[in-house]
């Protein structure tokens, strides 16, 4: 799928507006609680234009952290716990992050 942003800047009010809020799903309980003990709700927000593979990562019991279009402006890519790091490198996922000590980034392939 295409990122269909069009002067959309990164945490801004357009980008949360057209955003997909879902359930933080089971497989992700221990984040969600950290986020339930840390005063934040039990759903993340995610762009529409990377949902479908966002959803695949989970279905495949991928922990992810934060996720981003790109908004036609940088590389998408998704942010996972550490014990997923190897799983996604044998799915095919390129590490993306200018910091060559973070390990937890990788690209997004669907966009």
């Known amino acids: 799928m295409k990122c269909n942003c069009v002067n959309i800047d990164f945490g801004s009010p357009e980008n949360y507006a057209q955003a997909i809020?879902?359930?933080i799903p089971d497989h992700m309980s221990d984040y969600r609680?950290?986020?339930?003990?840390s005063g934040l709700s039990d759903t993340v927000s995610i762009d529409p234009c990377i949902f479908d593979e966002i959803k695949y990562l989970w279905a495949n019991g991928i922990?992810?952290?934060?996720?981003?279009?790109?908004h036609n402006k940088a590389e998408?890519?998704?942010?996972?716990?550490e014990s997923c790091i190897d799983t996604m490198?044998?799915?095919?996922?390129?590490?993306?992050?200018p910091d060559p000590n973070r390990k937890d980034?990788?690209?997004?392939?669907?966009?």
């Open 89 to 97: 490198l044998r799915m095919g996922y390129t590490q993306n992050h």
């Open 33 to 37: 609680e950290a986020r339930l003990e």
């Open 76 to 81: 998408p890519f998704v942010n996972v716990d």
């Open 21 to 23: 809020t879902v359930q």
């Open 105 to 111: 980034t990788f690209k997004l392939k669907w966009i």
């Open 63 to 70: 922990v992810t952290y934060g996720s981003c279009c790109g």
